[in-house]
């Protein structure tokens, strides 16, 4: 009986084998290299492409950032001035006041019967002082403010009987006449005040002219 030896054969085919698993293992390995460089080549595009959109973005926002502060100083600016016009406009209207609230006093005075000590008009507030010969008086002046719509609010603080000795007394009053100091307060309608003074000085205009 013949005997045969398959051992070499076998061994070559083994050889074969891993021979060939060998290539396939080497072709992937450099087929997931070559995968590797063409992701991490388009990767560094994209990142390239991103960094230059944030420094592009980063330039338009010190830019419109510039922009920015200067409207703010402008606005600053501008808010000062309007500050500055509009204290200029509350001086310019406080110059005529105490005219205008004398000429409004002049016209609701009890006349021969009353006069003013003091006149106060800062503000919103009046505060009147002043001497009427009687309880009457006064109570007829107060109604004369409250009557015509120039002033709110009229309210008698003080109302005071003293007899003066001076000679501050209006002529035609007795230097030993007994008389009522007062003490008014009110609150000015000033769209009202100078409605009246305008009236009155257009027909101060109206009668020069007829002249």
Request: glycine share 4%; charged share 30%; with cysteine.
């Amino acid at each position: 009986m013949i005997k045969i030896n398959l051992l070499p054969f076998r061994t070559a085919r083994k050889k074969e084998n891993v021979r060939r698993q060998s290539s396939i293992l080497f072709f992937s390995l450099f087929l997931v290299l070559i995968l590797l460089v063409f992701f991490n080549i388009k990767l560094s595009g994209q990142v390239k492409e991103i960094k230059s959109k944030v420094a592009t973005a980063k330039t338009e926002t010190a830019k419109y950032e510039k922009i920015n502060n200067e409207i703010k100083e402008i606005k600053a600016k501008l808010e000062i001035l309007e500050t500055k016009m509009g204290v200029i406009k509350t001086l310019e209207s406080n110059r005529y006041e105490p005219v205008r609230l004398m000429d409004a006093m002049t016209s609701l005075i009890v006349p021969k019967r009353m006069w003013f000590v003091n006149l106060d008009g800062r503000g919103n507030t009046v505060n009147i002082s002043g001497v009427a010969i009687d309880n009457q008086t006064v109570a007829d002046f107060m109604t004369r403010l409250e009557r015509s719509k120039l002033f709110e609010t009229v309210n008698l603080k003080s109302l005071k009987q003293n007899v003066d000795k001076s000679k501050t007394l209006k002529p035609g009053v007795d230097k030993q006449s007994i008389f009522k100091r007062f003490d008014i307060s009110c609150g000015k309608i000033v769209k009202q005040i100078d409605k009246q003074v305008e009236k009155k000085e257009v027909k101060k205009a109206a009668k020069s002219k007829g002249k």
